[in-house]
């Protein structure tokens, strides 16, 4: 017994030893990759609201994020001008007016703007004439500590498009049609030049879209296909919140999702924000980027 034994313990020192021997020939495991983080909001801040109202709402969202989209600002430019100079923000709200109400905001501490541009989708009913002309506007940034270059693609889609995900046989829903088709294509463009975020009020409940699966609405043309594409916050992470315009999720925040062996940029987690003057509850997403 006591002959077996010795076997026995030096069989299973040889095997560690082995173990051993065979580890250390093994490559080690990659460190986890080094990140930089940054949040993305989005609000539609109602154009009806006093001049002091407006203020709260554009100071409680960006206090919380780095990148921002809004809405319906188009007649407040002047002031957002004044505003992004006093206090460390690019600003990209070009003209016309229409097109200057879905406007992009920058922390200039965290961005350089490399590029910009203001891409008209259709005016549905003629100038002057509501709804407003639409407009998709996009700014590539490059992220200062990491030197990637990011996109942020900003858009309104035309309201009253859609009823329960159903589409409402309207002049306005063919434009909205129009829009989300031009964002895809855009996007598709974009990210071969860098990550792509794509912001906005689109006018289409999430939930309701995707249970109805309108081919031409943002769930069967941005997140309904293999990736990569768009993804939205909501479809990587559940709808959070009662909604953002009353029970409807209606204003995304989205990233191009790539293969995840090509993926540099992930989205982490949002927010609902809450407490605006404006009749939408703001959306803040959080980003991490490759370093």
Sequence with gaps: ???A???LARGAGALVGSVVLVAGLLPAPPAAAAN???RVATLNILYELTQAQFVEDLQLITSKADLVGLNEVGGRKAYLQDWAAANGWWLYAPEPTQAAGEALLARKSMFDVLDKDSVFVCDTNGPGEAPPARYDNWVRYRHKQSG???FHINAHANASIE?????E????TRCAEKQFQDLKNLAAVKKDQGQVIVSGDLNVDFSADRAYGYEKFPW????ANDLPNLRSCYNLLGEKGNGTHGNRHIDYIYFWKRLEEYREMWLNDYDIVGGTNSDHNGVVAHFSIAL
Aim: glycine share 8%; proline share 8%.
């Design 169 to 172: 046989d309207l002049p306005r």
């Design 36 to 38: 930089a983080t940054f």
């Design 1 to 3: 017994m006591r002959r």
């Design 148 to 150: 990637r270059s990011v």
């Design 5 to 7: 034994g010795r076997w």
């Design 163 to 167: 009823e329960n995900g159903r589409p």
């Design 220 to 223: 069967k043309v941005f997140e």
